[in-house]
């Protein structure tokens, strides 16, 4: 059975950084391709960041690029969510999710697997 988990949200303050996992059991994250997505009380869920199951290439919301990385940790079945510089509207659920191809898409139709979330608050 494919399972996502995602870990690591909490509440941190503005300024203050934050690396989600997704741990996949049951299949091997090497074989699909990665996204990360969020959702806020009452907005859309949408695309944050992407990695690319076939040469690793990832691709970032005008919103966190050049404050979040999105990598893939060394035989651990994990992909993490580097997140700098986190700002009051990052707040959200952070969603993992997974797809068996080389899609890297920010939009949440291609993605048959997902986590269960991890929650996020930035506030002082």
């Known amino acids: 059975q494919l399972q996502l988990v995602e870990s690591g949200g909490e509440l941190v303050q503005p300024g203050g950084s934050l690396r989600l996992s997704c741990a996949a059991s049951?299949?091997?994250?090497?074989?699909?391709?990665i996204g990360w997505f969020r959702q806020a009380p009452g907005k859309e869920r949408e695309g944050v960041s992407c990695?690319?199951?076939?040469?690793?290439?990832?691709n970032y919301a005008d919103s966190v690029k050049g404050r979040f990385t999105i990598s893939r940790g060394n035989a651990k079945n994990t992909v993490y969510l580097q997140m700098n510089s986190l700002k009051p509207e990052d707040t959200a659920v952070y969603y993992c999710a997974a797809v068996a191809n080389s899609l890297c898409a920010l939009s949440r139709f291609p993605y048959p697997y997902w986590g269960q979330g991890t929650q996020v608050t930035v506030s002082s």
């Open positions: 049951g299949f091997s994250l090497d074989y699909y391709s």
């Open positions: 990695i690319r199951r076939s040469d690793g290439s990832t």
